[in-house]
Structures are given as structure tokens and as C-alpha cells.
């Protein structure tokens, strides 16, 4: 009886062992995703949050808009500035025109004519200040609405309506397909089975057949295996980080997620 539990302790430690090897040039990882945070130039009430986590978003879709009243009245002062400095431009032109002619008659001293000529020069140099003021603030204005810079997924909404948000903190965070990657861990042995640029087999649970993905980063800096990765046999060992990128539906990956990657060679093989 006790040779009979002995034989199968040893069966089962064998079969542990046996399920805990990988094969060759086979790597455990999880997605990751670089994400695209969103937020106001200048602080205020969040007045609308025009999406919600999971949302699909196209380049320069509203996410969310802040109050508006303070900027609305600049770019009212500012053109109305600008309206009041064409005024006086167009008078200065007038007096300047008159005399010029004053002049030609020789009715007005040569130095009222350039006096009127400098009024003139300053009164136009006003109206581009008054210019600019407008663009400024029409500017400041379009800063109150946070757009989507590109297609993506809505990660997270960070506040709610009503509430505030300051100068340059992020009010949704985004994931472009784009920017979700593979990161994985190869030991320091089987380091020259890859390079950047190199092919891989992506697998995971719910993932296209043969997704494929591109090599894009190999870590020159030696590791222990991550705590996320690692298993009785591995925990010990010396990897380097890699980065692959889905060469196709890379939405298909959610960060966090275990991978699987392999030599996409030895998978057609």
C-alpha cells in the first residue's frame, strides 16, 4: 500500500512537472495598452461628458465640454475691441489722407503730416493686437471641449458632470487600437531565437486563429520573471522584457490579458 501512494506521488509530481514545462521558443505574456489621456488646457465645471466607458470614438468626436462663460465674454470684448480699433484706423486713414493733401497746398506743416501718418501706423498695429486677441480667445474657447485626437475606446471617464477639473488633469483616457501591444519575457538562453522585426503567433483566450504580430522592442536590461508571469519553474530565471504589436485586429487584445507567443516559423512549420 504504501509502494502503491508512493508511485502515484511520484506519477503526479512528473505530470506537474511535464504541464509546467514550455515548449521551446514559447513565451508567456499579457497585452498592454499605451493609453491617450484627455484633459482641458485651463480648469473649470465640467458641463457635459458627452461618452461613458466602452464607447467607440472617432477622431475629433466631443468627450467632454467644461463651462464656458468667462471665455464667451473674452471673445466678446476681444471683438468688439477689434471693431472699436478698426474705427479709429479708418479715422486715422481719413485725417492722414487730409493732410496729405493739407500739405500739397501748403496749408499744414510737413511735421503734421507725419504726425498723422504715425497715428495712422498705430492705429493699424492695434488692429492686429486686436486680431490676435480674437484668435487667442477663440482658441481658449474651442480648449473647453476635449475631442478624441484619434479612433478609440473609451478606457475610462474620470468625472462626472458638475464636478471640476483642473488645468491639465485627464477627464477620459483612451485606447487606439494602435497602441495595444504584446509584452512578454524570454530568457536570457533563448534571447538570439528572436530580434526586432521578427514574426510571432499571438494566442489567448477569445483571440483570431493565427493572429500574427511584429517584434517591435527587445530589452537590453536583464529581469527576474515578473510576479504576473511566473510559474515554479520560471520564477527564478532571468528573462528580457519584448514588445510585440498585432499585425492585424489588434482590438481583439485587452490589456491585462494572457498571451501566449511563439515563433510564428516553427507555428507554420
Avoid at 464667451?72 to 478698426?86: F, P, Q, V
Avoid at 484668435?135 to 474651442?142: D, E, G, S, V
Amino acid at each position: 500500500m504504501r509502494l502503491h501512494s508512493l508511485l502515484f506521488v511520484c506519477g503526479a509530481a512528473l505530470l506537474l512537472t511535464a504541464c509546467d514545462e514550455r515548449p521551446k521558443d514559447t513565451w508567456q505574456g499579457y497585452a498592454e495598452g499605451d493609453y491617450v489621456r484627455v484633459a482641458p488646457i485651463d480648469g473649470g465645471i465640467i458641463e457635459e461628458i458627452a461618452v461613458k466607458r466602452g464607447d467607440l470614438v472617432k477622431s475629433g468626436d466631443l468627450l467632454f465640454k467644461l463651462e464656458t462663460t468667462s471665455e464667451e465674454a473674452n471673445l466678446e470684448s476681444a471683438e468688439a475691441g477689434l471693431t472699436e480699433a478698426k474705427a479709429t484706423l479708418r479715422e486715422a486713414e481719413l485725417e492722414y489722407q487730409r493732410k496729405v493733401k493739407l500739405r500739397e497746398q501748403r496749408n499744414v506743416a510737413q511735421a503734421e503730416v507725419d504726425t498723422a501718418h504715425a497715428r495712422r501706423d498705430r492705429a493699424g498695429a492695434a488692429v492686429l493686437t486686436a486680431a490676435s486677441a480674437i484668435t487667442q480667445a477663440k482658441w481658449r474657447l474651442a480648449r473647453r471641449e476635449g475631442r478624441a485626437p484619434a479612433n478609440a475606446i473609451v478606457q475610462d471617464v474620470m468625472f462626472r458632470e458638475g464636478e471640476f477639473a483642473s488645468p491639465n488633469q485627464p477627464v477620459v483616457s483612451l485606447l487606439p487600437p494602435q497602441n495595444i501591444k504584446v509584452r512578454f519575457f524570454v530568457p536570457e538562453a533563448e534571447l538570439g531565437d528572436i530580434e526586432e522585426g521578427g514574426k510571432v503567433l499571438l494566442t489567448c483566450s477569445g483571440c483570431p486563429q493565427n493572429l500574427s504580430g511584429t517584434i517591435r522592442f527587445l530589452s537590453t536590461e536583464v529581469e527576474f520573471t515578473p510576479p504576473v508571469i511566473y510559474s515554479d519553474q520560471s520564477k527564478e530565471k532571468l528573462v528580457y522584457m519584448a514588445e510585440a504589436t498585432p499585425d492585424e485586429t489588434p482590438q481583439a487584445l485587452h490589456p491585462g490579458q494572457p498571451v501566449t507567443v511563439s515563433l510564428r516559423l516553427q507555428q507554420d512549420e
